[in-house]
């Protein structure tokens, strides 16, 4: 059995709307959390604290041009990623902007954003930036990094920020979409508990070659186990077919609070079925169908 007809593969459409709104999002988000970003780097100067804010700063951003790019149906993961790359840019520089503004007029509530941008266009950033690496910014363990040190957290930065946006955006649309109603398609329910797959490549390369038929065989565990695994049923809810599953392991534990925890972990995902294989899942009298 080939590759193409086990797994679900996106169609890569990608219109004129997605690629808008994933822009205008991630613009808006860029230039919100920008201004949070500049101004808290600059009176939260600790670094443990500025590591998590640039992990939230590019995050946030990427999630919002995903969310812009899932509500325009882009299926186009490459597409997005270079919007997102270039949003990702733009995030680096707008937090720039936002910590010279924090730097020298530390005045947010009246910003007039067109004096701001042509004030801090990039060549003055760059040079005020150059100023900055010849005295540093900050200190750490009483060690002030200058020069190229400070050009190295520079760019540790904004590779944060350019790498955490891109990914952030593409796994919004990492989700499966029904061509003919033109719709994301939404999780339908899910069944388990099914054994604990040990050897995850032995199982693939199993699934690649018996087929989907190596899912559906499966028996089920007769007791519930610490360690399992379940399968996630996709279903168009408007054609009601473009039917497909994920297998995923799941590990139960408690933590130092004595709750339990689900670690989760995906095996195989999309697995094409047909109408009929669905619905002997479904049906099955053993499964613990949660929908
Ligand atoms: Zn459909």
């Not at 490549?201 to 499966?218: C, M, T």
Request: hydrophobic share 45%.
């Amino acid at each position: 059995m080939n590759q193409k007809s086990l797994y679900y593969k996106p169609s890569g459409s990608i219109g004129p709307v997605a690629i808008v709104l994933s822009v205008v999002f991630g613009l808006i988000a860029s230039l919100i959390l920008g201004t949070l970003y500049g101004y808290m780097i600059y009176y939260l100067p600790f670094i443990y604290f500025n590591f998590i804010i640039v992990i939230l700063y590019g995050f946030g951003v990427g999630s919002a041009t995903g969310i812009g790019a899932k509500f325009g149906k882009a299926r186009n993961s490459t597409v997005l990623g270079l919007i997102a790359l270039c949003i990702g840019v733009l995030s680096f520089y707008f937090g720039w902007v936002s910590w010279m503004h924090a730097l020298t007029e530390q005045n947010v509530l009246k910003v007039d954003l067109i004096a701001v941008f042509s004030k801090f266009n990039p060549s003055h950033v760059y040079s005020m930036a150059s100023d900055i690496a010849q005295t540093g910014a900050w200190s750490i363990f009483g060690w002030t990094p200058k020069g190229f040190s400070l050009y190295l957290v520079w760019g540790v930065e904004s590779l944060m920020i350019i790498f955490l946006t891109v990914v952030a955006a593409v796994v919004i649309i990492d989700e499966p979409f029904c061509e003919r109603c033109n719709t994301w398609i939404q999780e339908d329910s899910t069944i388990s508990p099914y054994p604990f797959i040990e050897d995850e490549e032995n199982y693939k390369a199993s699934l690649e070659k018996e087929g989907v038929e190596l899912v559906l065989n499966q028996a089920k565990l007769e007791t519930s186990e610490a360690k399992f695994s379940e399968y996630q049923l996709f279903v168009c809810k408007m054609c009601n077919s473009n039917q497909m599953l994920t297998v995923s392991n799941v590990e139960l534990s408690l933590n130092s609070e004595g709750k339990e925890e689900q670690a989760k972990t995906e095996i195989a995902k999309h697995i094409l079925l047909d109408k009929a294989q669905i619905s002997t899942l479904k049906s099955d009298p053993n499964s613990d169908v949660i929908s």
